[in-house]
């Protein structure tokens, strides 16, 4: 199983970046994916996740980082707009085999979630 991230880098607060993730080794449509970001000093945290039971997004992200997946490409996507300062972290790309774990939604807790990528930085300049 591979997972690799891109598309990290510098960008100014209110600006935009999109990352990528490239998913290899395992059937791509039968599991949820979700991007989790991990600043120095916080624990890592859930920011969206995608699956058959529709996208989940954490409150501090809602209405500006959207997912999205490729299932031919077998990439998944996290667009963000109107960076913060706070949103500056090391973003993992993760794949959850747990689509139904929840009656409603898809999984989104850190231990929902089965296989990581390496991660991709992003910081946000004044």
């Known amino acids: 199983v591979q997972l690799v991230e891109s598309g990290g880098g510098l960008v100014q607060a209110g600006g935009s970046l999109r990352l990528s993730c490239a998913a290899s080794?395992?059937?791509?449509?039968?599991?949820?994916m979700g991007w989790f970001r991990q600043a120095p000093g916080k624990e890592r945290e859930g920011v969206a996740s995608?699956?058959?039971?529709?996208?989940y997004y954490s409150d501090s992200v809602k209405g500006r980082f959207t997912i999205s997946r490729d299932h031919a490409k077998k990439m998944v996507y996290l667009q963000m707009n109107s960076l913060k300062f706070e949103d500056a972290a090391v973003y993992y790309c993760?794949?959850?085999?747990?689509?139904?774990?929840?009656?409603?939604?898809?999984?989104?807790?850190?231990?929902?979630?089965?296989?990581w990528g390496q991660g991709t930085q992003v910081t946000v300049s004044s």
């Open positions: 080794g395992f059937i791509f449509g039968d599991y949820a």
């Open positions: 993760a794949a959850s085999g747990q689509q139904y774990y929840h009656a409603r939604g898809p999984p989104y807790r850190r231990s929902e979630f089965d296989y």
């Open positions: 995608i699956g058959d039971m529709g996208t």
